[in-house]
């Protein structure tokens, strides 16, 4: 059983850095790929970025590439989202996503499990 549990939101200035960590409470997520999405209210939801199950690979939306790093702890069981030089634009929801046979790039519907999400504002 695969469930999502997000961390680390919270308000920030501009210029400022977060870091956000997504668990799986029911169990490890090693042999999974993971991906950071965004969303903001009556918006699409937007990928940030993904990495591969065996953290080989890494994706990155065009927005985060340069500021925004992804990450994954296998002992830890946990996924990160290190979000530096943050922007009132990046402002939304921010969901952790898993995916059993995917690469960790893809589209929202190629990600079979969900946390609830944390929401991320930045303040100018």
């Known amino acids: 059983q695969v469930q999502l549990v997000e961390s680390g939101g919270g308000l920030v200035q501009a210029g400022g850095s977060l870091r956000l960590s997504c668990t799986n409470p029911?169990?490890?997520?090693?042999?999974?790929?993971m991906g950071w999405f965004r969303q903001v209210l009556g918006q699409e939801r937007d990928y940030v970025a993904g990495?591969?199950?065996?953290?080989?690979?890494?994706y990155y939306g065009d927005f985060a590439k340069g500021r925004f790093t992804i990450s994954r702890d296998t002992a830890q069981n946990t996924i990160y989202l290190q979000m530096n030089s943050l922007k009132t634009e990046d402002t939304a929801i921010y969901y952790c996503?898993?995916?059993?046979?995917?690469?960790?790039?893809?589209?929202?519907?190629?990600?079979?499990?969900w946390g609830q999400g944390t929401q991320v504002t930045v303040s100018s």
């Open positions: 996503a898993a995916t059993r046979y995917g690469t960790g790039w893809g589209a929202p519907a190629d990600f079979g499990f």
């Open positions: 029911g169990g490890a997520f090693s042999r999974y790929a």
């Open positions: 990495i591969s199950w065996d953290g080989g690979s890494k």
